[in-house]
């Protein structure tokens, strides 16, 4: 048994201890802490779709036709009538011949990777994937592979020399998480088809914020039908809660009857459907929002560069702002609160020791004048902070 006085006293002197926080949204980009608003640049709610008068008031209307809660799990009574739809419509939406919703992104994850990888099969798992997949591996029998962050050549090795009596399956991130860069979707499917491995791609961070009609990293590199299991999340740009996997009819229906993720949990209510199938429409309806959202973040890249920080022009809308210390991380927060502006510090373990950093997200609900305003107060505390040295980081 694990002493937890002990833990929580090691986690506070390493910086590392961490609560949860009340923040009472007033739109999608501010929020209201202990009486003061501040500006959120730390949110996945990257269109900002969550106070979108036609998302909310879908939900209330799928409360007073379907009461507020499922009932039941998805194969006894809780796939409420919006669950076919959203299905139906997250398909269309990755081209995929059918889709099936879980309740989170991360038991879309667990759930998916356990249930198709088992004992022969080697999976190959890039080393900065979300701690989802990573859980998924170690659920599955599967041995699983690390190889390092983008890192092609190694990735041919590893699928080269690692012995697979059974499938090979490549997972990785379609937009990395902490770091707000891309996998090379393209790269990685040429291997595949070398060593006849399917691919995963999780597309949390890149649906509806990346490639065609916000279509994700699949589409923006051209793969998308190379791709096997497309998983994706509702709780990010599409302004809810829940994940999914697109992918074949079989691969679907066979998620549906071995997934435990699925099976031995309570579907999600039919508000949280609703807001998902609301938003999915207004992505579509809408195109402006993801250019809008890519505008955005190009543009808070491009000021962050100009103060002197070393951030990448990827496409989209993660810049990590690296800081290194755990502590230093935490004071620059710190400080940018104080300045009234919201940015969580990311430490390990999400992180790598010495790569703990400030995770800045971009949303298409953001004014350029506010981001504008707030790279200067980002610029002016890292500074005093000593993190930002003679106008470079
Ligand atoms: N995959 C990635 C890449 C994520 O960043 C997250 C959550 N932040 C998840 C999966 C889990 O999704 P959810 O929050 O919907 O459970």
Do not use: Q, V
């Given at each position: 048994m694990k002493d937890w006085k002990e833990a929580l006293a090691g986690l506070k002197q390493e910086n590392l201890f961490r609560e949860t926080c009340s923040y009472a949204p007033e739109d999608a980009v501010h929020v209201r802490l202990e009486g003061r608003s501040y500006l959120l640049?730390?949110?996945?709610?990257?269109?900002?779709?969550?106070?979108s008068p036609a998302v909310k008031e879908a939900a209330r209307a799928a409360i007073d036709r379907w009461g507020t809660g499922s009932g039941g799990a998805r194969l006894t009574t809780g796939s409420h009538p919006l669950y076919a739809e959203l299905e139906t419509e997250l398909a269309r939406f990755k081209g995929t011949e059918a889709a099936v919703v879980f309740n989170t992104g991360y038991m879309a994850n667990v759930g998916t990777i356990s249930a198709v990888a088992g004992s022969g099969d080697v999976i190959f798992s890039?080393?900065?994937?979300?701690a989802s997949i990573i859980d998924g591996c170690r659920l599955s029998k599967a041995r699983t592979v690390i190889f390092r962050h983008n890192d092609m050549p190694h990735l041919a090795a590893c699928l080269a020399q690692v012995p697979c009596t059974g499938q090979r399956l490549i997972v990785v991130d379609g937009v990395f998480s902490m770091d707000g860069d891309m996998a090379p979707l393209k790269e990685i499917t040429q291997l595949a088809e070398r060593y006849s491995a399917l691919v995963m791609v999780d597309e949390a961070h890149a649906a509806g914020v990346?490639?065609?009609?916000?279509?994700g990293a699949a589409a923006y590199w051209g793969v998308k039908d190379r791709i096997s299991i497309h998983m994706g999340t509702l709780s990010k740009a599409l302004a809810s809660e829940g994940g999914y996997v697109a992918g074949s009819r079989e691969l679907i229906a066979y998620l549906v009857n071995k997934a435990r993720s699925f099976i031995f949990s309570t579907a999600l209510s039919p508000a949280s459907v609703a807001a998902a199938l609301a938003a999915l429409r207004e992505l579509k309806k809408q195109p402006d929002l993801a250019e809008r959202l890519l505008s955005n973040a190009q543009f808070v890249r491009r000021q962050l560069i100009d103060a002197g920080f070393a951030v990448?022009?990827?496409?989209?809308p993660i810049i990590p702002v690296m800081v290194g210390s755990a502590a230093k991380a935490v004071q620059l927060s710190q400080a940018l609160k104080e300045a009234g502006i919201l940015i969580s510090a990311i430490r390990p373990p999400t992180v790598p020791p010495d790569a703990s950093r400030l995770r800045l997200t971009v949303s298409a609900a953001h004014e350029q004048t506010e981001l504008a305003a707030a790279v200067q107060k980002i610029a002016k505390a890292a500074q005093d902070l000593g993190v930002l040295k003679g106008g470079s980081i």
């Open positions: 640049l730390a949110s996945n709610n990257y269109l900002g779709l969550t106070h890039d080393a900065l994937n979300h990346i490639g065609p009609a916000g279509a990448s022009r990827e496409p989209t």
